[in-house]
């Protein structure tokens, strides 16, 4: 069966831009997490839903970062007018059970320039 | 605050000898601890989970231990392949109250296997 999916895989947004990152996570998991990796650091939690709510999302670093998961499923990141300090890898991961692994996506990695 | 630590540097082995990785932890009280390797490029891929009331975990050439006095998970490899080359990051999971399983992730450390 098909793993998580991120699209798209390479992001170049000028300083200022809008930028939207999407997620399709393995179907039927109900977690959905989203990670910010820096380089040479491990993930960092940006923010989990579990179905359509979100339930923690004391890692977005400001408010021009938004996530949401409409239906359940897919979910999009959205962050607004990017700085350079955003230039990072974010993940995303889909669970099946609290407490168990997490499936990772491949990333998207975004250069603010 | 939570805190992680794992080995900063880089570690280079033989071909064939016993890699062991180390995850310390502070300020919390996990009631799992994960490990996942991570490739150049790509995401985290799960390895294997330990649970706060199991000493050790074993899967193929992979074992893990968990000493919650020490607050100290220890991962090994053993008969290492090139091919083991990896980051490999652990990260504690406590269950909170407010329904939230996000993982906090060490810095990770990278293991080079020599031929």
């Known amino acids: 069966g098909a793993g998580v999916s991120q699209s798209p895989r390479y992001k170049v947004a000028k300083r200022g831009q809008d930028v939207a990152l999407r997620c399709d996570p393995i179907s039927g998991h109900v977690s959905l997490f989203w990670y910010q990796q820096a380089l040479g650091q491990g993930p960092e939690f940006l923010t989990y839903?579990?179905?359509?709510?979100?339930?923690?999302k004391s890692g977005l670093p400001s408010d021009r970062f938004f996530a949401e998961r409409p239906e359940g499923s897919v979910s999009t990141l959205k962050i607004q007018r990017t700085q350079q300090e955003d230039s990072a890898v974010y993940l995303c991961?889909?669970?099946?059970?609290?407490?168990?692994?997490?499936?990772f996506g491949p990333g998207t990695r975004l250069t603010v320039t | 605050s939570q805190k992680i630590e794992q080995n900063s540097e880089a570690l280079n082995i033989q071909e064939g000898k016993t890699a062991t990785l180390t995850c310390n932890y502070t300020?919390?009280?996990?009631?799992?601890l994960q490990w996942y390797r991570q490739d150049p490029g790509r995401g985290p891929v799960f390895l294997l989970l330990i649970r706060e009331n199991e000493k050790e975990k074993r899967k193929e050439r992979l074992k893990v231990t968990f000493d919650t006095t020490l607050k100290q998970s220890l991962f090994h490899i053993t008969a290492s392949q090139p091919a083991d080359s990896a980051t490999y990051l652990c990260?504690?999971?406590?269950?909170?109250?407010?329904?939230?399983?996000?993982?906090?992730f060490g810095t990770g450390t990278r293991l080079q296997v020599f031929p």
């Open positions: 990260a504690p999971l406590r269950l909170e109250s407010y329904n939230t399983d996000k993982l906090i």
């Open positions: 839903f579990q179905n359509e709510a979100q339930l923690d």
């Open positions: 300020n919390y009280s996990p009631a799992y």
């Open positions: 991961a889909s669970s099946g059970y609290r407490g168990r692994e997490q499936y």
